[in-house]
T-cell receptor, first 110, second 112 residues
Framework: ETGVTQSPTHLIKTRGQQVTLRCSSQ?????VSWYQQALGQGPQFIFQ???????GRGNFPPRFSGLQFPNYSSELNVNALELDDSALYLC?????????FGEGSRLTVL | AQSVTQPDIHITVSEGASLELRCNYS??????LFWYVQSPGQGLQLLLK??????LVQGIKGFEAEFKRSQSSFNLRKPSVHWSDAAEYFC??????????FGAGTRLTVKP
């Protein structure tokens, strides 16, 4: 148990739709990162939030956006879904450097 | 640019045999180095990490890894594999734990 929970665990969307994925971090963890893991690949860094501000971003387009809230929860929003967005989305929180991962939200785009 | 290479996509070992999973990285300075394990349908669990100091790092579940600067490698080892070790293993590098870059993973199968 990492203390990081994600919802929903699975969801199906169609191309062009929008999706919001949620993450509840460990209490006190002021940094949260989001990763995309396509089937058969390693996780790819999307972005990181520190104290509710974006603190780093990987090679993802602006239609991937996020929010972090004072209660240590966060959201990943993806607009205009594409087929290639089908993946496992992982949230990870940290306070002292070690990343604690949730079990992910598996998104299927049809 | 940072990159991580795990040359072996899939490895099969017999239960009780030793294991070594390879990881090579490309980075301008010595990065922070990590090994994670992922069981099917699960998130990632940290096995061990190297920040500095002793180049042989001990982790959980009997795993260890050795940092070799001259070879830009951080290979994961276990003396005796258990059936429960079957999973996907990821090597990762990061500066200060930000923008962590993962390898493509090595899938471990354990034969009885």
């Amino acid at each position: 148990e990492t203390g990081v929970t994600q919802s929903p665990t699975h969801l199906i969307k169609t191309r062009g739709q929008q999706v919001t994925l949620r993450c509840s971090s460990q209490s006190g963890h002021n940094t949260v990162s989001w990763y995309q893991q396509a089937l058969g690949q390693g996780p790819q860094f999307i972005f990181q939030y520190y104290r509710e501000e974006e603190n780093g971003r990987g090679n993802f387009p602006p239609r991937f956006s996020g929010l972090q809230f004072p209660n240590y929860s966060s959201e990943l929003n993806v607009n205009a879904l594409e087929l290639d967005d089908s993946a496992l989305y992982l949230c990870a929180s940290t306070l002292t450097g070690e990343l604690f991962f949730g079990e992910g939200s598996r998104l299927t785009v049809l | 640019a940072q990159s991580v290479t795990q040359p072996d996509i899939h490895i099969t070992v017999s239960e009780g045999a030793s294991l070594e999973l390879r990881c090579n990285y490309s980075y301008g300075a010595t990065p922070y180095l990590f090994w994670y394990v992922q069981s099917p349908g699960q998130g990632l669990q940290l096995l061990l990490k190297y920040f500095s100091g002793d180049t042989l790092v001990q982790g959980i579940k009997g795993f260890e890894a050795e940092f070799k600067r001259s070879q830009s490698s951080f290979n994961l080892r276990k003396p005796s594999v258990h059936w429960s070790d079957a999973a996907e293993y990821f090597c990762a590098v990061a500066p200060n734990n930000n923008d962590m870059r993962f390898g493509a993973g090595t899938r471990l199968t354990v034969k009885p």
